[in-house]
Each structure stands twice: as C-alpha cells, then as structure tokens.
C-alpha cells in the first residue's frame, strides 16, 4: 500500500508558475512510475505527466511538453510537477498517481492522492 498526499495548489494568473509535491509513504516505489492527472469537471481524468522512480525517465502529455517538468526525490519520497506559463486551460484538479502503468490504448492507476485544486485566472 502506498498513501499519497499532495500541497502546493492554488489560485494563479496566467503565465505563472506553481510547483505541486506529492509526498509518498508506504511501500517500496522503486518500481514504479509516479506522476500526475488532472481532472475537469464533467471530464475525464487524464494523464499529464509521469517519472520512473528508478531511473528518471519522465513522460508527459503534449500540451505540458515545455511548460511542465516532473521529478523526483528518491530520498524523501517526493514528487514534483513543476507548471511553468500556465495556462487558463490548465484549471483542474490535479492528482499524483501510483504505481502507473502504460497501455497503448491508456493507463492505469493503482494509488491516488485526494487531489489539489490549481487554477489559472486569464
């Protein structure tokens, strides 16, 4: 079992920066990708952005690709979502995700955090 809490949330203007951080606790990540959705209501949750917690290699949705930058801390168990020139459009809630795994037709989710408003004022 992996618990997930997210901080860093908030209200911004457009073409602001906002860093999220997920704080992981539980069981050993070392296999895992680690990342983050976000979600609109009425919408379904999508994919923004991931990291192997093994070996850094990161993936991102195309719309983020240069404005978003995720990381990890391996030692502290964090991981970041560093949003640059936000966006209007990028008003969700975002969640950090565990354990996520790739399919060509999506991904799924084993570990949720409760999520973290952000919004971007134009």
């Known amino acids: 079992q992996v618990q997930l809490v997210e901080s860093g949330g908030g209200l911004v203007q457009a073409g602001d920066s906002l860093r999220l951080s997920c704080a992981a606790s539980?069981?050993?990540?070392?296999?895992?990708?680690m990342g983050w959705f976000r979600q609109v209501p009425g919408q379904d949750r999508e994919f923004v952005a991931g990291?192997?917690?093994?070996?850094?290699?990161?993936y991102y949705q195309n719309t983020v690709k240069g404005r978003f930058t995720v990381s990890r801390d391996n030692t502290a168990n964090i991981v970041y979502l560093q949003m640059t020139s936000l966006k209007p459009e990028d008003t969700a809630v975002y969640y950090c995700?565990?354990?996520?795994?790739?399919?060509?037709?999506?991904?799924?989710?084993?570990?949720w955090g409760q999520g973290t408003q952000v919004t971007v004022s134009s």
């Open positions: 539980g069981r050993t990540l070392s296999t895992q990708i």
């Open positions: 995700a565990g354990d996520i795994r790739r399919y060509r037709s999506g991904y799924t989710v084993l570990y």
């Open positions: 990291v192997s917690w093994n070996d850094g290699l990161t």
